[in-house]
């Protein structure tokens, strides 16, 4: 029809009146009115009104009138202003409207099984099978767009700091440590698979080991886990190496770029350097490795104070090497109930705590259930490190340490959130360092890496790995951001056998580790240099910065929590001539569709 | 050691002298010479040399004499000028060199299995092995750096134009069309499977659905096919897709992108528009569709000429249908010996021709085995459509036509090869357009699509869809550089009822359309937009530039013709656990190992 360049809706102004202009797009919306016909007009920059009036075109007004929600139109019109009480602030082509003199059904539209609109109350698995529908909303575009701009800044900083970005194989070697791996049948080598890599680790330091310097990748990772709702099967991360730096360095060199990430596409000036604390120092203050510091309500240590309590929770879990602490909930001992406590009691015990003891302030006294039990001197030093006044709800754990933390910071969450302590429009980051580097499993009873195996010990906890290999501290940090956990890094060891005294400590038999990982355990002697790096995840990332709740508002095409994607409907059963070519059969317990 | 920051090796100029420095890198050669020891020291950034000297420290001399090749150092020092005699122009810090004060061996290195050098003889299986030796080469890592700064480029443009990044899943459903799928087995859905995806082609026609308009992504790729040299299991392409736009736009907007890349990357102005040639036309004219412009020795076509010959090879091959041609190799008669077209005749043969008949002229006259054949007007019409000369040599091949574009267009390249005919410096692109819409494939007695299934048409060919499919040309484009394939593209089929009638030329019926494809098809009622956009494969564009003629040499780590990883060791098998969680199991006769 047109033959001028088409304009976008959402870009016209008062500046345009009087022009001509092609549009295509959806509509979003159809009135009729009075004998004319108002379409909101969509694509994807925005809205704008246009008008088919019978004095300007009467086959235009026809078209106009088979023309329903979701057809794709292409329309040549005027620019016009908006009469006084017609303009509508709340879009920003509102001053204006189109008023049309041709109109083209591009193509039509079934109706939607869902309004296209920000709010949307419908099922999100509905949303999920008709995802391209579900991306028609503008909020949802919104947070792609973010995610561009996001990546584009990230990838901008890092080529402007001399890093090159390299793609690290997606069929690689399945190494059973860690999570589960996706595997993949090789067809030219019978009865072996590739695995699909749960992150770059191993390659990225072997670009190290290259003598690349300073590597990054956008890179998918994969883990066959099951799924909670900020996990998807397949992920973004975004993943740094580099050569010769500290920890200090990489994680400046972290900082600055988040700082270049939130002033592009937050406007949001971020004050460097950022927060650090130790990993003990976030596990006694906040109960939490990822500490939220939006608001208090910190943990409060009475041990030493209860250690020889009458009340005989009190003073044994310490006695059995464990801890007593609580929470100060300010003001709120009037508006917590016995019920309401007893809530808070089975939200506890879900993280193992046997029970949730409580006072409250009145006056000068403690009250409650357990006040008789207590001495007038274990009342003054929990009032005094508790900071406790009149009408304050004070809430204890005592178990085992990591009972205590879990319970209470998981509690600390949930009444800040109950109690509205949280600014949602602060974006607090925070550096945890000092990890430990190993963790006892008590069901396996060995040592697991808590972070991963190639993590450098601290130099002067190194002598404890074959001593006391859970006080050995790691060089890493984890970055957290508002309770979330963006990501962390570390040093790695670049030494044949200082990681070979890792897998030790880990239980690997020099064999085992020569299976696994020999190609990094030679790699290693050939001239490795010191290095280190980090991996953020991106999908939380923007998460994050969207202001969403569910990891999978920012991914495309996400999957369910039992991992399919009710688009596609993948997995699905494949041919049986496929798996003949690759030499497996399917269990014949399962032979029928599940 | 040092407290000042490194300075890197390569950026070391006349400038620096009298500068104390802090190095670090590796070792690429030790020299002992009159008392001193001479080091190249090699970073990221190039190699310098530094001189250890008992005036300056009998300390760091000493410990140089332990330092091996591929060590890793620290050393401090002072740039010094070097004398008249020893500056080396061949390396741009020849000029200077730094005498050493302190030296620390960060890491040692065993004896590598090859040296690190430029240009090396060493079997490509060893090398892929110690893939992080190999790496270090510095022709290699420049051209991982010309991948970094060319995906920057385009990244750049397309965020330039308006495009967003967006990632497309890579667990996906499997669709029996077109090249063998890598299968991932799901844990949670027993007996069904993933596949990874060929390209996000599904995937970025439901985001022009979407709404968003303009796509694009660095995407992975797979395809389990059978390896030449130029394919990997696992490729990169630049995939981009755009609504509302014409396959000329299109076309405008991809090779204003590649002037970017040429220019950016490596400094070479293109010319706009870039040529553009029809199907037909390139394989009338050199037997390909994909040819290399930068030479002529085109296809001459002589079957009106030689229908009615009494050498019957000709006669016959027109009346069959098919064709006689010809390629005039200039003034090179004389240098090829009947032993010489014997072996030309062999390389056709692989091409399917039957023969290859050849004249040589001389003087007047034509001359060869074939000439008593020719009638005085068949001479007289060859000699001037081949615009003959004498000492000319002309090779015909008279056969089905495929046969004589695939022996002849493949004889074309052999002999520019041979006879030095190609300017190495020359870019040529090409637009190739007015592609076929359906093969048809003799074995299965059907049509199938010569890109995919989902490309448009052209207009005026669409009533032959049903009646006349072998010449239904479609809307498609594919962007050649120097005789490869760099990409292509289509408008795609917008309107379901198109896409209906198209699966039904390809032999699909409705319910095999709707098993494998049915989501689109229902996508496409619900207001798709006209949309099409290109590929362009990402592994191949960085070969070209960077003057490789291997596409392993493009990747950081290629697998080898057998699809391994011979770093990693991948596939490899996996623990009878994984596959029992898979509810897989092997096939009894590959239960042991291939």
Redesign the interface.
């Known amino acids: 029809m047109a033959s001028e360049a088409?304009r976008l809706a959402g870009s016209l102004r008062t500046d345009h009146i009087d022009e001509e202009v092609v549009l295509?797009g959806?509509?979003q919306k159809r009135r009729d009115l009075g004998g004319l016909i108002f379409i909101d007009l969509?694509?994807?920059s925005g809205i704008v009104q246009i008008v088919f009036n019978p004095d300007v075109s009467k086959e235009a007004l026809r078209t106009a009138e088979s023309v329903r929600s979701?057809?794709?139109v292409e329309v040549r019109g005027q620019v016009v202003k908006r009469e006084g009480s017609t303009v509508n602030n709340l879009i920003k082509t509102g001053e204006i409207e189109v008023l049309v003199s041709d109109l083209e059904i591009?193509?039509?539209?079934?109706n939607?099984p869902f309004l296209i609109q920000d709010e949307t109350d419908v099922s999100e698995d509905l949303r999920l099978k008709?995802?391209?529908?579900d991306?028609?909303r503008s909020t949802v575009?919104e947070t792609?767009?973010l995610?561009?701009r996001t990546?584009?800044v990230i990838?901008?900083f890092l080529?402007d700091n001399d890093f090159?970005?390299?793609?690290?194989?997606?069929?690689?070697?399945?190494t059973?440590e860690g999570a589960?791996?996706?595997?993949?049948?090789?067809?030219?080598?019978?009865?072996?698979?590739?695995?699909?890599p749960q992150s770059p680790q191993?390659?990225k330091q072997?670009?190290m080991?290259?003598?690349?310097?300073?590597y990054f990748q956008i890179a998918?990772c994969?883990r066959?886990e099951d799924l909670r709702a900020d996990r998807q099967?397949?992920f973004?991360q975004v993943d740094i190496e580099t050569s010769?730096m500290t920890s200090d360095e990489i994680m400046d060199m972290t900082e600055n770029m988040m700082q270049k990430v939130m002033k592009e596409v937050k406007e949001i000036e971020l004050t460097l350097p950022l927060p650090r604390m130790k990993y003990q120092e976030a596990m006694d203050r906040y109960g939490s490795d990822k500490p939220d510091t939006r608001f208090a309500l910190e943990l409060i240590h009475i041990s030493d104070s209860v250690k020889d309590s009458s009340f005989k929770v009190f003073q044994s879990a310490v006695e059995n090497g464990g801890k007593v602490a609580l929470l100060n909930v300010k003001n709120q001992a009037a508006n917590y109930s016995r019920k309401d406590i007893d809530k808070l009691t089975d939200f506890v015990k879900v993280y193992g705590a046997k029970g949730l003891a409580w006072l409250k302030v009145e006056g000068d006294e403690l009250k409650g259930p357990i006040s008789k039990f207590l001495s007038e001197e274990e009342v003054v030093a929990i009032k005094n490190k508790a900071d406790a006044s009149d009408g304050d709800l004070l809430l204890f754990v005592a178990d085992k340490s990591s009972v205590v933390y879990d319970s209470l910071g998981a509690l600390r969450q949930k009444l800040a959130k109950e109690l509205n302590l949280i600014d949602e429009n602060k974006f607090n980051f925070l550096w945890v360092t000092d990890w430990p580097l190993l963790e006892y499993d008590e069901d396996t009873e060995r040592y697991s890496a808590a972070h991963h195996p190639f993590t450098m010990p601290m130099d002067e906890d190194v002598s404890k790995l074959s001593t006391d290999p859970g006080n050995v501290r790691a060089k890493a940090y984890d970055l957290v951001l508002n309770g979330y956990e963006l990501g962390g890094g570390s040093l790695r060891i670049?030494?044949r056998e200082q990681q070979d005294k890792m897998f030790a400590a880990l239980g690997f038999t020099p064999e085992e580790a020569e299976e696994q990982f020999g190609?990094l355990l030679e790699?290693l002697?050939?001239?490795?240099?010191?290095h280190g790096g980090i991996a953020l995840g991106l999908d939380r990332v923007i998460m994050l910065l969207a202001g969403r709740s569910n990891m999978r508002d920012t991914?495309?095409?996400p999957?369910t929590a039992?991992?399919?994607?009710l688009?596609?409907?993948?997995?699905?059963?494949?041919?049986a001539k496929?798996l003949?070519?690759?030499?497996?059969?399917?269990?014949k317990?399962?032979?029928?569709?599940?």
């Open positions: 088409r295509k959806w509509v969509r694509d994807k979701e057809y794709v591009i193509n039509k539209s079934k939607p008709y995802r391209y529908l991306l028609r575009q792609f767009k995610r561009h990546t584009q990838r901008n080529n090159l970005e390299m793609e690290t194989p997606i069929l690689t070697k399945s059973p589960r791996d996706y595997l993949v049948p090789s067809r030219v080598h019978a009865g072996e698979f590739y695995a699909l191993l390659f072997l670009i080991v290259s003598g690349f310097e300073k998918r994969f066959d099967p397949e973004t010769f670049y030494q190609f790699a002697e050939y001239g490795a240099p010191p991914i495309l095409f999957k039992s991992a399919a994607d688009l596609t409907d993948a997995p699905s059963e494949v041919a496929q003949d070519e690759l030499s497996i059969q399917l269990n317990k399962n032979d029928q569709k599940s």
